[in-house]
């Protein structure tokens, strides 16, 4: 049996869930409709069943073993670990030529129909294909003129046939001028799609700085402070840190890693940083308190900051806040959603048991 065939949320909370098409409820469970025979994620557009017609699961698995059909409109199937292959085949071919053109008619002959990859990326990047190629674009010609290029050479080699309209699009995407770009530090993002929805990475050279649920109400505040404090410009682009997390998260999520070995690189403050040091020593599988890690670093009664802080943290499930719960056991708060909080912890929970169950009775 799968370890994530754990009980399901109660079943008024997900009728309300998938009432309100509520984001944080995306891999918690999937919603089948007895008069349509189609099952759907929580946030799928189209119209709402009534409660007395639908079942729920928490496995795709289970839905179509029931006798159900994956919905065509929100595609519960793609809430794999890693994308489709016919846009691991894309992203792969922008990887090898990052200047090339992608009409309509170049995807059209490479057997993807534009009209669902927009609609891909919109749900898993929040952008169109063509807004994320053109941004992947202006993150490069950052890259190079950070490291020297010239600024018409650049310009030219992105494509543009104007200097002004270079300019145009760099201080729309940077909020910086070209000329101000050697002041900066670029950080490389890409999206991630997990089991729980979608997530974004965030890389440099130090490390990983950012990984998020897309839909976390803090995220743009946490990216105008990347960018205005330490002075970040963000880019969509590639990194051996957003590949590694990339290849670490799905064994996470398949149960086979307990422990990250990406590194990080983690701006904040003093205290922010005893915190979250501490959030790294919670052991897989277990949980600590606030109280506790208070006491833990040097600052008894401080259980509200140490909150604070833990609502700081910029890196879910690597730096796990998602283990930290409420004095009397309850779950307190979780920047992706309570619901995803108690996937989480059940995840590492059965994983755990079953590893120990293995180390006292080991297969003869």
């Known amino acids: 049996m799968s370890i994530y065939n754990n009980p399901l949320p109660p079943r008024s909370e997900m009728v309300r869930a998938m009432l309100d098409s509520d984001s944080a409820y ?47 409109r929100c595609k519960p199937l793609d809430l794999a670990a890693s ?14 030529s990052p200047d090339a053109r992608w009409s309509d008619a170049e995807l059209m002959k490479q057997g993807i129909e534009p009209l669902r990859l927009r609609r891909w990326f919109k749900q898993h990047f929040g952008m169109t294909f063509h807004g994320w190629l053109r941004a992947r674009r202006l993150g490069l010609a950052l890259g190079r003129i950070v490291v020297g290029e010239t600024l018409d050479n650049t310009a030219f080699d992105s494509g543009y046939e104007s200097l002004s309209g270079f300019r145009e699009a760099f201080k729309k995407t940077f909020q910086i001028t070209p000329g101000q770009a050697s002041d900066t530090s670029l950080l490389l993002y890409r999206h991630l799609t997990t089991p729980l929805g979608p997530m974004i990475a965030m890389a ?18 946490e990216l105008n402070e990347l960018r205005s404090r330490y002075g970040y410009s963000i880019a969509p682009g590639e990194h051996p840190h957003l590949e590694r997390i990339e290849e670490q998260l799905t064994l996470y999520f398949e149960a086979k890693l307990t422990a990250f070995s990406v590194p990080l690189h983690r701006p904040g403050s003093a205290f922010e940083t005893l915190v979250w040091n501490e959030l790294l020593k919670i052991e897989y599988g277990k949980t600590s ?41 309850g779950l307190a708060g979780y920047g992706g959603g309570k619901p995803r909080k108690e996937f989480l912890l059940r995840l590492e929970k059965a994983a755990l048991q079953i590893t120990q169950q293995q180390a006292f009775f080991p297969s003869e």
């Open 204 to 221: 440099e050279e130090r490390g990983l700085v950012l990984l998020e649920f897309l839909d976390r109400p803090a995220l743009t505040a």
């Open 289 to 329: 308190t606030y109280g506790a890690i208070a006491l833990q670093i040097g600052k008894p009664g401080a259980s509200q900051a140490v909150g604070m802080a833990n609502g700081r943290n910029r890196l879910s499930i690597v730096v796990p806040c998602h283990r930290v719960v409420a004095a009397d056991g």
């Open 83 to 96: 994308a489709p292959d016919w846009v691991k085949g894309l992203l792969a071919s922008v990887a090898v």
């Open 26 to 72: 995306e891999g918690v469970f999937f919603t089948a409709v007895k008069t349509t025979g189609i099952f759907c994620r929580p946030t799928c557009g189209a119209r709402k069943p009534k409660p007395e017609n639908v079942e729920f699961f928490s496995l795709v698995d289970e839905a179509m073993a029931a006798g159900y059909r994956p919905c065509r």
